[in-house]
Nanobody, 125 residues
Framework: QLQLVESGGGLVQAGGSLRLSCAASGRSFSSYSMGWFRQVLGKEREFVAAISWTGRTINYADSVKGRFAFSRDNSKSTVYLQMSSLKPEDTAVYYC??????????????????WGQGTQVTVSS
């Protein structure tokens, strides 16, 4: 079992930055590839980024490439999403997710085993 808790969301003006954190509790955090997704009410959950166990491989959605940076600190069982140059269309609830022993970085939410409760990010224009 793995519990995930996101934090760091909030209200920011367009062009601003936020850093989201996702702290994990449970065993063998380094055995999980991790993902960030986001969801707007009434729409499907959207892939944002995924990171491998080691942190050496990272994939990004085209919509955030060059603006967001995904990292992990396995010693702290935490992943981070640094978001810069934020746009109003980035407004959503952001979720972190964990894929146990995942060797492929999936953009499909159904491939992930554990989810956090989400944190709201609102970007004003």
């Amino acid at each position: 079992q793995l519990q995930l808790v996101e934090s760091g969301g909030g209200l920011v003006q367009a062009g601003g930055s936020l850093r989201l954190s996702c702290a994990a509790s449970g065993r063998s955090f380094s055995s999980y590839s991790m993902g960030w997704f986001r969801q707007v009410l009434g729409k499907e959950r959207e892939f944002v980024a995924a990171i491998s166990w080691t942190g050496r491989t990272i994939n990004y959605a085209d919509s955030v490439k060059g603006r967001f940076a995904f990292s992990r600190d396995n010693s702290k069982s935490t992943v981070y999403l640094q978001m810069s140059s934020l746009k109003p269309e980035d407004t959503a609830v952001y979720y972190c997710a964990a894929d146990f022993l995942g060797t492929t970085l999936y953009a499909d939410a159904n491939k992930y085993d554990y989810w956090g409760q989400g944190t709201q990010v609102t970007v004003s224009s």
